[in-house]
Nanobody, 125 residues
Framework: QVQLAQSGGGLVHPGGSVRLSCVPSAYELWTYAMGWFRQPPGKEREFVAAMPWNNESTHYSDSVKGRFIMSRNTADFTVYLQMNNLKAEDTAVYYC??????????????????WGQGTQVNIAS
């Protein structure tokens, strides 16, 4: 059974940083495009960042561009989301996801077959 195990998150002050991790359970997932999404309170899930299986490029939403960095460790295939200069509007449940045929431009929820369990990130003073 394919699983994406997330860790990280929690309460962070405005302007602070936090790193989320996502570990795939299946070896084959290293060939998948990976994405990060978030769901703010009372809102729909939205795209944050994505990268293709070969890690050649990364695409970010305008709201996080320049502040968040997505990366993948080629040794153990862990995917990270480094979140810097956090703002109150970044408060959300964050999800990692895997997309078998995707590119870094896979921004729709429906394009992803596998999802992590979600991790809460709260930005507050």
């Amino acid at each position: 059974q394919v699983q994406l195990a997330q860790s990280g998150g929690g309460l962070v002050h405005p302007g602070g940083s936090v790193r989320l991790s996502c570990v795939p359970s299946a070896y084959e997932l290293w060939t998948y495009a990976m994405g990060w999404f978030r769901q703010p309170p009372g809102k729909e899930r939205e795209f944050v960042a994505a990268m293709p299986w070969n890690n050649e490029s990364t695409h970010y939403s305008d709201s996080v561009k320049g502040r968040f960095i997505m990366s993948r460790n080629t040794a153990d295939f862990t995917v990270y989301l480094q979140m810097n200069n956090l703002k109150a509007e970044d408060t959300a449940v964050y999800y990692c996801a895997a997309n078998k045929w995707g590119t870094e431009f896979a921004v729709d929820v429906d394009e992803y077959a596998y999802w992590g369990q979600g991790t809460q990130v709260n930005i507050a003073s």
